[in-house]
C-alpha cells in the first residue's frame, strides 16, 4: 500500500477496513467508531499495529501500544501523526 | 571453615572483574573467581534483590522432577536437560562449603527427597509429562518408585482434586534459596570479594572493548572483564553497550511464591509437586526452613521487569495449594511474598557467552533452573574468563540465531494442550454441551491466527506464543527480531542441525 497520496486518515481508514475485513462484510464505519466494538480482537489489533507501523514506516512508542490507541480510525491517526519525524512530512 | 576477613564496604574504582548481578548465578561465579585466585572481584547489585528470581526461587533441585514431553524429544533440549543432570552433582560439595556460613539456624539442604503426584485437575498434559519423566529417570538409570499418594507425609488434597499415582524421587531435594545467597553473600565478605549493594546504569566502553560499568549514582568502576549476570534485566544492560547487538531476546517470566508458617496439621516432609504444567512450572510446596514452608509458583510473560503480581495469581496459589496439596493451608500464616522474574529466552535456551565486544560476558536466560544449576555455570564461565575451554556446549553463545526445536504445526498442538491445562485447573466453565474438541478448536484457530498475522516462520514455545498474543509490545519485539533476521542475512534461523524435531 503506497501513502504518498492519502493523507494519513484515510491510508489508516484503508488498512483498518483490511484487518478488520469490515466493508467486504457490509460494516460502514467512521473516524469514531469504536473499532473493539465491532468485533476487533486482541490478535486483529496486534495485526492492526503491526500493518500501520509497516505501512507508515514508524515505530509507535511505548505508551501507545495500549487498547486506547487502537480505539478508533481518528485515534489511530492522531498516534501516527504524533510518531511521524515531522508532521505533516509524507512518507 | 570460616574465615573472618576485613568487612569490605568500600566503593571500589578498579577492579580486574565486575560481575553485575547478585543471584545465584552471580554469586557462584563470583565464588569460583574467587576460589582460582584471579584477582579483585567486585559484585554489584542490591541487598534486597527486589523482583530478582534467586531471591524469590523455591530453589528445587529437580532435573527428573521437571521433566517435559519435550526435555529430551530434540538434541537441543536433551543438551539442555543434561546441563541440569550434571549441575545436580555439584550441590552436595556446595553445601558442604556453604553450611559454615549460613545463620539461618536451620539446614541449607531443606529436604533430600520430592514426590511427584499425577492429578486429574490438569488436563492430558500432566498424563504425558509425568509419563516423560518415568522413562527420563530410567534412561538416566535414577532412582524411583511409585508410592501410594496417601503415604506421601503432609498430603492432604481435598478429596475431588486428589492424586491418582504418585513417584517418589530419593535424590532429588531442595534448598533453602535465600539461606544459601545469605551464606553466599558471607563467604564472599569473607573471602575477599567486594560487594557493591547498588544497581549499574551503563556498561562502560571504549571502542571495541568493555571498560568498566557506571553505578545508578555515576560512580565508575573500571574492570577489563565485566559478566553481566543481571537475570531478567540483563538484555537491557547489553544494549546500554552494544545498541544494535543481534541477541536472541529475552522476557521477564514473572513468578510468585509464598513463604507461610504451618498452623496445623502435618507438615510436608519433602518436596510436592505436579508435573509441569500450563505454562508454568507445577504446582508446588517445598519444606522448610524451620517451620516454614514455600508454596509456588505462577508464571507468567510480562513486557517489564516488575515485583507487582496480579491478584489472579494470588488466588491461582493459594486455592490451588489448598486443593491440590493440604485443605489446612488455608490458615498458614504467610510471612513474605515473593516475586521474582525468570529470565527466558525466545528458544527458550540460555545466554552463556563472550559479547562482540572485547572483555563482556553474558550469563542469563536459564528460566526456571539458574539456581539449580549455577555451580556448574560458574565453572564453565571461571574457565571461558580464564581463556581454557569451557565445560558446556557452546550452543549456548548469546550472539546465536534462536534454536529450533518444533515445527509451526507441532507449536500450535503445544500452545493448545497448555491452553487446555489452564482451562481445566482453574475451573472455566464452557456451555454444558461444548466438548473438550471444541474448547481445543478454539485455541487452534488463535494460534493459527497468531502466525498467519505475525508472518514469521520460526516456532515458539506455549509461553512465547501466549505472551506476544497478548502484548502488544511483546508481539513487536518478536515480530520486528525475525524480520530483522531474514532482512539481514536472508536467511532462516539456524540451529536445526541441534535442535532437529525427531517426532
Known amino acids: ?91 | 571453615m570460616r574465615k573472618e576477613g576485613v568487612s569490605k564496604t568500600e566503593r571500589p574504582t578498579q577492579a580486574d572483574v565486575v560481575i553485575v548481578g547478585n543471584g545465584a548465578l552471580g554469586l557462584f561465579l563470583a565464588d569460583e573467581l574467587v576460589e582460582r585466585r584471579i584477582g579483585s572481584v567486585v559484585v554489584v547489585g542490591p541487598s534486597d534483590r527486589e523482583a530478582g528470581a534467586s531471591q524469590a526461587a523455591g530453589a528445587m533441585l529437580g532435573c527428573f522432577g521437571e521433566t517435559t514431553t519435550e526435555s529430551l524429544r530434540t538434541d537441543a533440549s536433551r543438551t539442555r536437560f543434561e546441563l541440569g543432570v550434571a549441575a545436580h552433582d555439584r550441590w552436595p560439595d556446595v553445601l558442604d562449603r556453604l553450611e559454615g556460613y549460613s545463620r539461618t539456624g536451620s539446614p541449607l539442604m531443606v529436604t533430600p527427597e520430592t514426590h511427584v503426584v499425577l492429578n486429574s485437575i490438569g488436563a492430558d498434559l500432566d498424563t504425558v509429562n509425568f509419563s516423560a519423566m518415568i522413562e527420563a529417570l530410567d534412561e538416566y538409570g535414577k532412582p524411583w518408585e511409585e508410592i501410594d499418594p496417601r503415604e506421601i507425609p503432609g498430603f492432604r488434597p481435598r478429596l475431588d482434586t486428589r492424586a491418582l499415582r504418585a513417584v517418589h524421587l530419593p535424590a532429588e531435594g531442595a534448598v533453602d534459596a535465600r539461606g544459601v545467597l545469605a551464606a553466599l553473600d558471607a563467604r564472599l565478605r569473607a573471602t575477599g570479594a567486594i560487594m557493591v549493594d547498588q544497581t549499574v546504569r551503563t556498561l562502560v566502553r571504549n571502542d571495541g572493548e568493555i571498560t568498566g560499568v557506571e553505578l545508578d549514582d555515576g560512580h565508575v568502576i573500571e574492570a577489563g572483564t565485566v559478566v553481566v549476570a543481571v537475570g531478567a534485566r540483563s538484555e537491557a544492560l547489553v544494549r546500554t553497550a552494544l545498541d544494535d547487538l543481534d541477541m536472541v531476546p529475552s522476557f521477564p517470566g514473572l513468578g510468585f511464591a509464598m513463604l507461610a508458617r504451618r498452623t496445623g496439621g502435618e507438615p510436608f516432609r519433602s518436596v510436592v509437586r505436579t508435573p509441569n504444567r500450563g505454562f508454568a512450572c507445577g504446582l508446588h510446596v517445598v519444606p522448610g526452613p524451620g517451620d516454614l514452608e514455600y508454596y509456588g509458583a505462577t508464571n507468567r510473560l510480562v513486557d517489564h521487569v516488575s515485583s507487582v503480581t496480579w491478584m489472579a495469581d494470588v488466588r491461582f496459589l493459594a486455592q490451588y495449594s489448598m486443593q491440590q496439596l493440604d485443605e489446612r493451608v488455608a490458615s498458614h500464616e504467610v510471612t513474605r511474598w515473593l516475586a521474582g522474574n525468570r529470565p527466558v529466552t525466545l528458544d527458550g535456551f540460555p545466554l552463556i557467552g563472550w559479547l562482540p565486544l572485547a572483555g563482556l560476558y553474558l550469563l542469563t536466560g536459564t528460566y526456571r533452573d539458574g539456581f539449580h544449576c549455577a555451580p556448574l555455570l560458574a565453572e564453565h564461565v571461571a574457565n571461558e574468563l580464564q581463556g581454557k575451554p569451557g565445560t558446556i556446549d557452546p550452543m549456548f553463545k548469546p550472539t546465536r540465531r534462536p534454536i529450533e526445536t518444533r515445527t509451526i504445526e507441532w507449536s500450535i498442538n503445544e500452545y493448545v494442550e497448555h491452553n487446555l491445562a489452564g482451562w481445566f485447573e482453574t475451573g472455566a466453565e464452557a456451555a454444558p454441551q461444548m466438548t473438550t474438541a471444541q474448547i481445543a478448536d478454539y485455541y487452534r484457530v488463535m494460534a493459527t491466527k497468531f502466525y498467519d498475522t505475525m508472518g514469521i516462520d520460526y516456532a515458539l514455545g506455549p509461553d512465547i506464543l501466549w505472551y506476544a498474543q497478548g502484548s502488544l509490545l511483546g508481539a513487536r519485539r518478536v515480530a520486528r527480531y525475525f524480520h530483522r533476521l531474514a532482512g539481514g542475512n536472508g536467511s532462516q534461523p539456524a540451529g536445526t542441525a541441534t535442535g532437529e524435531a525427531r517426532r
Open chain 1, 1 to 91: 500500500m503506497t501513502v504518498s497520496q492519502e493523507p494519513v486518515a484515510e491510508t489508516v481508514r484503508l488498512i483498518v477496513d483490511k484487518q478488520l475485513n469490515l466493508s467486504a462484510h457490509g460494516y460502514e464505519f467512521g473516524a469514531d467508531d469504536d473499532l473493539w466494538a465491532l468485533g476487533m480482537t486482541s490478535l486483529t489489533c496486534m495485526g492492526l499495529m503491526l500493518a500501520i507501523e509497516d505501512t507508515f514506516r514508524i515505530e509507535l512508542p511505548e505508551e501507545a501500544l495500549k487498547e486506547g490507541t487502537f480505539r478508533t480510525v481518528g485515534t489511530i491517526t492522531a498516534a501516527v501523526e504524533a510518531a511521524r519525524p515531522t508532521s505533516g512530512t509524507k512518507v
